[in-house]
């Protein structure tokens, strides 16, 4: 049960920094640090939800 809120939360998580990331390749450009920095992070958190799931099955 911990398992899947730890998931679901993460993977609301990785929708809202998404959609930040949209904006700001929208406002900034995709190769703006700002961009990047998104990018990165989103990265780290979509191999985590990843992990997550493989784990479950």
Do not use: A, F, W
Request: glycine content about 4%.
């Amino acid at each position: 049960m911990l398992k899947h809120l730890k998931r679901t939360v993460l993977y609301k998580n990785i929708n809202i920094l998404k959609n930040q990331m949209i904006k700001s390749g929208m406002e900034n450009g995709i190769s703006s640090p700002e961009t990047i920095k998104y990018s990165q992070e989103l990265d780290k958190m979509i191999y985590q939800y990843q992990r997550m799931v493989k784990s479950t099955y």
